[in-house]
């Protein structure tokens, strides 16, 4: 099993370009989230899910949208990439429901923005 | 609100000392609450987890703490430091086990030799 994958593992972009980070579980968990690493400030959640079908604002969302494609797969996307939003990203996966209580995480994608 | 509060951006300790990073936090709730340890360029590793069964919680790699509710902390600590513990230490908090982790900013081990 991979566990929880993320794609890419790196990338740089100009201001105002798009793109999507991918992240992918075989888990079978049903919650998935997306924090934000930034130096001094440990991690910090964009978005969630709670199960497929639903999604929820984090505590710093604008400038970011979400998709729940599947139970499988959560994907982050920056339409108009900014220099604030260089960081590293990492997604993260929990079975859901009672009992469940250790979220896992990918190995990250490190996004600059220029 | 939940929030984490941990004391020291960066902690420095000889090889074999004792190992403590001090975790504060605030909830209206009883807590879950998390050490993850994080190697560089690495993701993060659950190192232990308070869900309130017994208050001293046992980790990996001779990693413990222990959970004070009358004083709100859950510090980390190892009574001999090894070379390949240093790392950055995150203390998270969530409501329930299945909720988002509300992080600390982190401290920053270094092991000194």
């Known amino acids: 099993n991979a566990g929880v994958t993320q794609t890419p593992k790196f990338q740089v972009l100009k201001t105002g370009q798009s793109m999507t980070l991918q992240c992918a579980q075989d888990?079978?968990?049903?919650?998935m989230y997306w924090y934000r690493q930034d130096p001094g400030m440990g991690l910090r959640l964009i978005y969630y899910?709670?199960?497929?079908?639903?999604?929820d604002k984090g505590e710093v969302p604008n400038g970011y949208n979400v998709s729940r494609l599947n139970k499988r797969e959560f994907s982050l996307r920056l339409e108009s990439a900014a220099p604030s939003q260089t960081s590293v990203y990492f997604c993260?996966?929990?079975?859901?429901?009672?009992?469940?209580?250790?979220?896992?995480f990918g190995p990250g994608t490190r996004l600059t923005v220029l | 609100a939940q929030s984490v509060t941990q004391l020291g951006s960066h902690v420095s300790v000889s090889e074999g000392a004792l190992v403590l990073l001090r975790c504060n936090y605030s909830s209206s709730v009883p807590p879950y609450l998390f050490w993850y340890v994080q190697y560089p360029n690495q993701g993060l590793q659950l190192l232990l987890k308070y869900t309130s069964a017994a208050t001293l919680v046992k980790g990996i790699n001779g990693f413990e703490a222990e959970f004070k509710k009358s004083e709100t902390s859950f510090h980390l600590t190892k009574p001999s430091a090894h070379m390949s513990d240093a790392a950055e230490y995150f203390c998270a908090v969530s409501e329930r086990g299945n909720t988002p982790l509300v992080f600390g900013k982190g401290t920053r081990l270094s092991v000194i030799a």
């Open positions: 993260a996966t929990i079975l859901g429901g009672a009992g469940s209580d250790t979220q896992y």
């Open positions: 899910s709670a199960s497929e079908g639903t999604t």
């Open positions: 888990m079978n968990h049903n919650s």
